[in-house]
């Protein structure tokens, strides 16, 4: 298939690489491809510069957001900063029209001020927003009425969702959420595809305010298992 990735941080690299290795076409999106290519410095997260890291990984096509959308047959991942992704998103629903958008972001906002600030070996805590009355995939999904948004991903690091079986032998939990059935299905199948066993689909878009507001859970796990940012480890939903 040809599938669209729009981002290049960490998670968009990893969706990126996973589908290449399973031979898929992938368009990979950013700002301004010239300015991607030319960086020599790591992003905040300590990732190698984009074009080190495309180097190892021929076979990728960098275009602009718009472009790389409109390249995807059906499939586009959502791999955008959370706080800038509705307006980046906005600007390019023409290329989204009609497709399954897979989004992942975490509605993070950076270095804000807190009254209660909860300080990580990484800095204070993001503060969530939109959080609890509304959801960053709701806005998506309001702001692109002809894309079909499903949430999903967002519960691990993506070292792990694209490899469920680095951790429990894959014996754990991917959720999905969404208000279009066949979106669904495309991203269980993808899933599936990446080698999960186990995708509880939580029902309409809606749900996707429980998973965001996972990421502090999600950090605060890390942290207790002494992993600091960016643990590998995942949810199992027993029943
Ligand atoms: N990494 C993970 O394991 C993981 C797991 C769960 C959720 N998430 C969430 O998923 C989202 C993406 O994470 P990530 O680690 O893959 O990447 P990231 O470093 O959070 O975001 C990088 C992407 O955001 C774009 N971006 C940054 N500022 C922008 C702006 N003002 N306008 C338009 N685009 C902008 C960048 O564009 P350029 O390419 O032009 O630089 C880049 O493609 C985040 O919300 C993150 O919290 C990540």
Avoid at 1 to 14: N, S
Avoid at 28 to 42: C, H, K, N, S, Y
Wanted: with cysteine; proline share 5%.
């Amino acid at each position: 298939m040809k599938i669209a990735v729009l981002g290049t941080g960490g998670g968009a690299r990893a969706h990126t690489a996973k589908l290449l290795e399973l031979g898929h076409e992938v368009f990979v999106g950013t700002r301004d491809p010239q300015a991607t290519l030319a960086r020599t410095e790591p992003d905040m997260m300590g990732n190698a510069p984009y074009g080190q890291w495309l180097a190892d990984h021929p076979g990728t096509t960098l275009l602009t957001f718009g472009d790389a959308a409109a390249a995807a047959d059906g499939l586009v991942i959502g791999g955008i900063d959370g706080h800038n992704a509705v307006a980046a998103l906005t600007a390019i629903a023409d290329g989204l029209a009609g497709k399954t958008l897979i989004d992942y972001a975490v509605p993070y906002v950076y270095q804000h001020r807190s009254e209660h600030p909860w300080p990580t070996p990484w800095g204070v805590m993001p503060k969530l927003e939109p959080c609890d009355t509304d959801s960053l995939a709701e806005q998506i999904q309001r702001a692109l009425p002809a894309t079909k948004v499903v949430k999903s991903f967002v519960t691990q690091e993506q070292a792990t969702v694209v490899h469920p079986a680095a951790v429990g032998g894959g014996d754990h939990t991917m959720f999905i959420a969404g208000d279009h059935a066949d979106a669904k299905q495309q991203t269980a199948d993808l899933l599936e595809s990446y080698g999960w066993s186990d995708v509880l689909d939580l029902g309409p878009l809606v749900c996707a305010r429980g998973m965001e507001m996972y990421a502090h859970l999600h950090s605060a796990i890390g942290f207790g298992l002494g992993q600091q940012f960016g643990g590998h480890f995942g949810l199992k939903v027993v029943r």
